[in-house]
């Protein structure tokens, strides 16, 4: 017999997770149960991707979660919000497995905002295709993407570094390199610890990809367009106007990725704050002049 306690929490769950779905928590169609996948798009794709956004089947931890009627499989399970009366009964389960079955507060809270981030990034994803509401505004959007790549960032970086002809400049630019590279790395080992998918409205067309950018989270965009900003502001003597111009550019790129369906709302909003800290570490971290000019030198004689 399933037990009614844990029944009563997962309920408001799975409804949080999932407003649009008409199955009940626990049927087959479940969103809780995680089946189909694919871009579908109803209440039943989200609620699975509000699950670690990952392909049911391609992770052990998911075959786990479609397996509750084996018992060696329902010991270590990670407590599932949705789970249904068709789902491990709670008193077959021993003491700490039934423990598991309550999702704190933080847990509710968390996949509430997720569930909300999904649906508001769905939304807001105007320019997914070209048949969007917005589609014919993605060559511009792609433009903006352009505009916050690593690429254009990286190669523009070491030109003007070649370029420069005094130290102040070598010195700047040596960092901002430094920072650039910094957030590649920094992007790179969230996204492949966090392995959050990107949305499924989104089409892979992106200009020059790593192999961890199939993932969304953190966007890159978003930590680049926030820490090449704050950069910019920092050692960049500029008029008011071009500094408004620099901030709202850093808005629109981050924007522009949740537009375009390559990214969902909080990817963008921790890229923003994950940039926003990383020029605190190249600051902190700041390469003196000397250091600077004792790189560059050693760099110019190979
Ligand atoms: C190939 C190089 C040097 C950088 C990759 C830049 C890139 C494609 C980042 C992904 O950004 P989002 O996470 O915002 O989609």
Known sequence: MP????????RPLAAAASSSSSSSPGSPGSPARGGGGGGGGGGRFEFQSLLGSRAPGADPACARLRAPESPVHR?????????GPSQAPAAALPEEGRMDLNPSFLGIALRSLLAIDLWLSKKLGVCAGERSSWGSARPLMKLLEISGHGIPWLLGTLY???RSDSWAGREVLT????????????VALIKGLVRRR?????????????SVDKYSFPSGHATRAALV???????????IPLRVLVVLWAFIVGFSRVMLGRHNVTDVAFGFFLGYAQYSIVDYCWLSPHNARVLFLLWNQQ
Do not use: E, Y
Not at 3 to 10: E, G, K, Q, V, Y
Not at 75 to 83: C, D, E, V, W
């Open 198 to 210: 990107r949305p499924a409205h989104n089409q892979m067309d992106m200009f020059v990809t790593l």
């Open 75 to 83: 010991r270590g399970s990670f407590p599932l919000a949705g789970a």
């Open 3 to 10: 037990s009614p306690r844990r029944n009563a929490d997962a």
């Open 229 to 239: 900003s704050r950069f910019i502001l920092n050692h960049l003597v500029l008029a």
């Open 175 to 186: 960092n901002l390199l430094f920072a650039l590279l910094l957030d590649l790395l920094l």
């Open 160 to 162: 003007c570094l070649l």
